[in-house]
């Protein structure tokens, strides 16, 4: 049972951290993709191969970070992180070459990742107790996507108002306004890491925390059929939330929306997020957990074939119900695959072991994704690249449905 500490300002604490780590390295990205590319030079598949570099310094941040949560207090870790991740924004800030593009990303693999990810993932746990964890990683997820969203319309907001009266907006004046977006950016992530450090408190007794760290607890980890599911799980939820993140870029590519237009689409995704995680997680708690993560699935099946069927975008009302469909289903996966640990009978106090373990090999799509979405959108240029993206992403949800059946069955022996 939750303890009267655990209380409301602490899960508010944890959502606002849970995003605004990532802002920089992803939202920022996903709201202004098509003018991430222009100011800084690069083509699809060099931003790619940025989130490659992420992703393979994340990889070995995730299997190492994950004892280090079962060990340590999670505020100090995650204030630590956030701290460490704004001050990459001052070199993002510079828009600096393509090589020293990839090795800022790496460091984000690092410090958004090591100290952060499976520390946030435990204490949600603690405070979602046996009964609520659906509603807490809802709430979670949910939360983290409103944030983001806000961060979206902050940053948009400061883009375009930094363009405001510029007709032709040359390279140095779309520069000029994004980089208010960072700095803008860069400090809230700041603020947000005073407020963990000094009011994201937890009772000791109730933070589940090992004696010391050895080879042997990840050993029981590994024995755990349920972590091996959760692998493929994530895997598949992942690739599907990455897919996301063209969705800006296909308002502008293929329905010719201008960049303003174009990062509102973004930001309009962005807003589906906590509708979906929140309704997820309260409905899943009420019925069954892993059952709503395979409906889950089966949505994204039907919205990334909608995408490929490309039917009804030439309307906004169908283009913007295909985004709904599509998000919903991504969304909903994400807010529950870690909302699934109860039911697999994974040990609260080895929490932060697992999901640095299955987080292991279920955000390898950090490494592969970027590159492939990359590659099949500048080697098809236009509405048949996007179509090809899709596809695979219903190709991964098949699976990714399959596993979580999988799942299900096996909590229920």
Known sequence: MRDSSSNWTYLLLLTLAGEAVFILPFVLQRVFRATVLDVFQINNTELGLCFTAYGLVAMVSYLFGGPIADRFEPRKLIALSLWSTALGGILYATFPEFYVLQILYG?????????????????????????????????????????????????????????????????EDTRTAFRMAIYGSSFVITIIGVLIWFFLKTRKDNDEKVDHL??????????????????????????????????????????????????????????????????????????????????????????????????????????LVSIFTIAGGVYAARALYFAVMEKGKIPLNLTGTAVGLASFIGFTPDVFAGVMVGAILDNNPGQSGHQFVFLVLAAFSLVGCWAAWRYHHHSKR
């Open 107 to 171: 460091y984000w693999g690092f410090t958004t990742i090591f100290l952060f990810w499976s520390p946030m993932i435990k204490a949600a746990r603690i405070w979602g107790g046996t009964k609520d964890q659906g509603k807490t990683f809802g709430i979670l997820d949910g939360g983290r996507g409103l944030v983001g969203a806000l961060f979206g319309v902050f940053t948009v907001a400061l883009f375009a108002n930094s363009l405001a009266g510029t007709t032709d907006a040359l390279l």
């Open 214 to 319: 050895s080879f042997k607890l990840v050993k029981e980890v590994v024995k755990l059929r349920s972590v091996w599911l959760l692998m493929a799980i994530i895997l598949c939820a992942y690739v599907g939330y990455k897919t996301t993140d063209v969705i800006s870029l296909y308002a502008r590519e293929v329905l010719r929306y201008d960049e303003i237009t174009s990062a509102q689409t973004g930001t309009f995704l962005l807003f589906i997020r906590p509708v979906a995680g929140v309704v997820v997680g309260f409905i899943a708690d009420r019925y069954s957990i892993t059952r709503w993560l395979i409906i889950s699935f089966i949505i994204c099946i039907a919205g990334s074939l909608w995408f490929v069927s490309g039917w009804g975008h030439s309307m906004l009302p169908l283009f």
